[in-house]
Structures are given as C-alpha cells and as structure tokens.
C-alpha cells in the first residue's frame, strides 16, 4: 500500500509541473503548455520523389515500440501520417524511423522521422525526395540505404 502512495504522490508531483509550466519570452508571459503527458505528436510523409518521373512511394515506419506496417502514396496527391505520444522520460526518448523505396530504386532509404533528442516537434511534415527528405523546410541525406 505504501508503494501505492509513494507512486501516485510522485504521480501528482509531476502532474503539478507540467500543467504550471510557463513560458516567458520578450516580456510576455504565454499561456501554459499542454502538459507533457497529454502532447501528441502527428508525422505527415509528402511523397515528392521523381525517379526520374513521379512514381509512388512505399513506406515502413517503426519505433522500438511500434511497427506501422508498410503503406503506398502517390505522388504529391497522397499524404501519409501517424499520430503517437512520445515518452516522457528522458533517459528513453522517442524514436521513429521510416523506410522508402520506389520502382525505379528497390533498395531501402532509411530516415529518422521523429528523434526527441534531436529534432523535437509537434507537428512534422516531412517532403520525400530521390535524395534524402525535408522536415519543415530543413533537408537532410538518407541515414543509411540497404
């Protein structure tokens, strides 16, 4: 019972921090953040790969946790997107990774879609070229190709 206690004490604690969390910025106090229990984050995949012509995109998207399956979009007409609550503690972040292949190249683009630790957001639009993707306009390599 003791256990019980002690956990859902600690439980409220937290609970307590995250709802009063503010921020301030030039100033202003801004209204609080959601607290980090409740935030949800939404990964949207624009498949714009031209190879050398438009052609569809297949993709997996995985977490250590989470295997979304494979999924087929069309060129800029089909957006693919998934929605998840990442980890609150950091000592494990969130991870996601996706794979993408097209006809004319079977191999396996590999690309980290969601890394708490180093592209934090709550809405990610990921833009698919031959090349690497975009995320919110910044473009990056694929991490690996198999």
């Not at 709802?19 to 980090?36: D, G, S």
């Not at 409740?38 to 977490?63: D, E, F, G, M, W």
């Not at 191999?107 to 990610?124: A, G, I, Q, S, T």
Request: hydrophobic share 40%.
């Amino acid at each position: 019972m003791a256990i019980i206690l002690k956990f859902s004490i600690l439980l409220i604690i937290l609970l307590a921090f995250a709802v009063a969390r503010e921020t301030v910025a030039n100033n202003k106090v801004q209204a609080p953040t959601l607290p980090i229990l409740l935030r949800h984050t939404t990964v949207y995949i624009i498949n714009k790969v031209k190879a050398p012509n438009p052609t569809p995109l297949t993709l997996r998207c995985q977490s250590k946790d989470d295997d979304l399956e494979e999924h087929t979009i069309h060129y800029k007409t089909q957006v693919y997107s998934f929605k998840f609550t990442p980890n609150f503690l950091p000592i494990m972040p969130t991870l996601f990774f996706c794979s993408f292949r097209w006809h004319q190249d079977r191999r396996r683009h590999y690309l980290d879609v969601f890394n708490e630790k180093h592209m934090p957001c709550d809405n990610c639009t990921w833009v698919i070229h031959a090349n690497g993707g975009c995320l919110n306009g910044q473009c990056i390599p694929w991490k690996s190709i198999h």
